[in-house]
């Protein structure tokens, strides 16, 4: 380890050489037990409060460490963040030459034979007129790249659908037979990884490693001695993502088709190939027809132990992966003759996997010792097959002995305590530590929580939730947030609140999410300066509005998770068999954690100010309240309305 005193270096390296810098004595605090953690190969759970500083405080120890280190962060743009102006900044002032690595998932680098297979089919449909603009700006792009990182190809959102035709995934990638091998982005961005001091890595990117070295001992990041989780407290959620599986009939039926394709093109008289894949074809048909009650059900959606018509339904389930297992050994014969052929056949093959791991887990449970959720989704034109683990508790286990583990967010603990987190990722042996956010929340901020709203449940409590928000919304000098727990909640709020701005000639944009890319709305809600965005979970977290760009935050009820999430059923059955109480233990936590993310997209500088409102009677009136009361930051809190209004002394023009 570099001999570096961590405080002197944020005393007086920092404040001298960044301007506009200001000293936090528990980002300084922080660092140091980061420091110490790495220095006793240990698990350290920190939570910092917004504007800590954690970023600095992480990546001081860590590149003074001089060890490998992985950082691993909730989205990838926090990683752009980190790779591109705090790690530069902080490897600068420290003066050290190490070597950073950004490596993001396969799916977000171009890839030279999906790219080409498109440009140089001329019969490629493209989807409509958007999807041709878009390849003409991939073509320039392709030309220029370096790094085939589509970030970097600003004039094509990352959500536009043609990516998903220009990547590769793990089931069509060809790895070592590709062609163009040689010249693959992604190999050249794992060997970069490989050779620097530090990896910048997203959470998702890790447990796909996680996950792919159970399966088939390939690892796809480097064995780094430090990794450092920001964003932690995501982590229980992305590990149940992808140490699962999710395969649709649409996968199966796509691929079909297009081996009938290549196979009559290069191999027509090794076998019928209309026959077999019309086999799969049929069989894909007969089973959504079998699902089709499923549609009936909640969230249309059944766990395994609901799916109606058990017998026949498995029956077709059966048919359909010995007709793919047929289709996949002809297939497999023949592969080596076309390298189209060879991605096919791996496709294919890769589905069948995940398809007879969720009809069959017996097979594949006994060996990770952990029991699965299975459940169906009936959706248009499809069915989706998932499979999730109930527990992600042995995410402990893959810590090595001479490694250090670093978790950090704003967001960990539940009045205090962090036994909740350490549960779901079964780190139990963790140090955990807390530091308060410097800012003034009683002094910048109202949380008004009204006390004359009806329950959320009433059929009237959306239009007078909107009634309530319309003198505030007169009032805050620049943008409103409206948080909402449910997509519907989103419509129905904004189709009131266009009516109330109509009555009383409120001139302010109200942007929706779901209207355009997530990506858009923000930018456009930045632009307009004092818009309403109205936005379910992906805006109650990892959105950053500071000064003027959100005045006004409201939250229309506490953030219970959705009953019909399938895994959490399950995680909320098993601990009722065993004695517990999954509201206490499970459902108040996670509600907890994620209303103190949407409580938190108010203040996001020291100069920041403006009102929070929760409009949920619950988070005063209900025995749990003191749970997710105490939770929050320490706004001035009130219910009474004038006292709210009068945070602001005069309407504003709107």
């Not at 409060?49 to 954690?54: F, I, L, P, R």
């Not at 029956?315 to 023949?334: A, K, P």
Request: aromatic share 8%; glycine share 4%.
């Amino acid at each position: 380890m570099l001999s570096l005193d961590v405080r002197d270096f944020f005393e007086r390296n920092l404040a001298d050489t960044q301007p506009g810098y200001v000293l936090r004595q528990s980002q300084v605090e922080l660092s140091l037990a980061i420091e110490q953690a790495m220095h006793e190969n240990s698990i350290l759970i920190a939570e910092a409060g917004t504007g800590t500083g954690k970023t600095w405080a992480y990546l001081v120890p860590a590149f003074a460490s001089l060890r490998k280190v992985i950082v691993s962060t909730g989205t990838r743009a926090l990683q752009d963040q980190l790779f591109r102006k705090d790690a530069p900044m902080i490897k600068k002032a420290l003066g050290l030459p190490i070597h950073i690595a950004l490596l993001k998932g396969r799916g977000n680098y171009l890839c030279h034979f999906h790219y080409k297979r498109l440009v140089d089919d001329e019969h490629a449909q493209l989807k409509n007129q958007q999807e041709a603009e878009h390849l003409k700006e991939i073509k320039i792009f392709f030309q220029k790249t370096q790094t085939g990182d589509k970030s970097d190809c600003a004039k094509v959102p990352d959500s536009a659908s043609i990516w998903s035709r220009v990547t590769s995934t793990k089931e069509n990638c060809l790895n070592k037979d590709c062609p163009y091998i040689d010249e693959c982005f992604v190999a050249k961005a794992r060997a970069n990884a490989r050779d620097a001091d530090v990896v910048v890595v997203n959470h998702a990117l890790f447990f796909a490693d996680i996950a792919l070295r159970q399966e088939a001992d390939i690892d796809l990041l480097p064995v780094a001695d430090v990794v450092i989780f920001d964003e932690a407290h995501q982590l229980p959620d992305v590990a149940t993502q992808f140490l699962g599986s999710t395969i649709s009939l649409s996968d199966i039926d796509r691929v079909q088709k297009e081996i009938l394709i290549h196979a009559t093109t290069h191999v027509k008289s090794s076998a019928d190939w209309e026959k077999l894949c019309n086999l799969v074809k049929h069989s894909c048909l007969e089973l959504r027809l079998e699902g089709r009650d499923i549609e009936d059900m909640p969230g249309k959606k059944a766990v395994f132990d609901t799916l109606p018509n058990p017998e026949r339904f498995l029956s077709e389930l059966d048919n359909l992966l010995n007709h793919i297992d047929t289709l996949s050994r002809v297939l497999g014969q023949v592969a080596e003759h076309h390298i189209d052929l060879q991605e096919v056949y791996k496709r294919l093959h890769s589905y069948h996997v995940i398809l007879h791991q969720w009809t069959y887990p017996e097979h594949y449970e006994k060996e990770d010792k952990n029991t699965y959720v299975r459940w169906v989704e009936f959706g248009t034109q499809q069915l989706r097959f998932s499979r999730a683990p109930l527990s992600v508790k042995n995410f402990a286990n893959f810590k090595r002995p001479d490694q250090s583990w670093i978790l950090t967010s704003a967001t960990l603990s539940v009045n205090k305590q962090f036994t909740h987190f350490q549960a779901q990722l079964g780190l139990f042996n963790a140090t955990c530590q807390s530091w308060e956010s410097p800012f003034n929340y009683a002094e910048k901020a109202v949380m008004y929580v009204p006390s004359d709203l009806p329950h959320v449940k009433d059929f009237m409590y959306e239009q007078k939730f909107i009634d309530l928000l319309v003198p505030f919304i007169q009032r805050t000098p620049g943008g409103v947030l409206i948080l909402c727990t449910t997509l519907r909640a989103v419509e129905v709020l904004g189709d009131l609140l266009l009516e109330a701005f109509d009555k009383v000639g409120i001139n302010r944009a109200v942007l929706r999410q779901g209207e355009s890319a997530h990506r858009v709305l923000v930018d456009k809600f930045r632009q307009e300066g004092n818009a309403v965005l109205i936005g379910s979970a992906s805006f109650w977290e990892g959105v950053d509005f500071p000064g003027d760009l959100v005045t006004l935050v409201a939250i229309d009820k506490l953030p219970f998770a959705p009953p019909d999430d399938p895994v959490l059923e399950a995680r909320i059955d098993e601990c009722r068999k065993r004695g517990g109480n999954p509201f206490m233990e499970i459902q108040i936590p996670m509600a907890t954690i994620a209303l103190k993310q949407g409580a938190g997209r108010l203040i996001r500088t020291e100069n920041d100010c403006g009102v929070l409102i929760i409009g949920d009677e619950r988070l005063v009136s209900q025995r749990y309240s003191k749970l997710l009361w105490n939770s929050l930051p320490n706004f001035y809190r009130t219910q009474n309305k004038q006292v709210a209004l009068d945070f602001w002394s005069e309407p504003t023009t709107s």
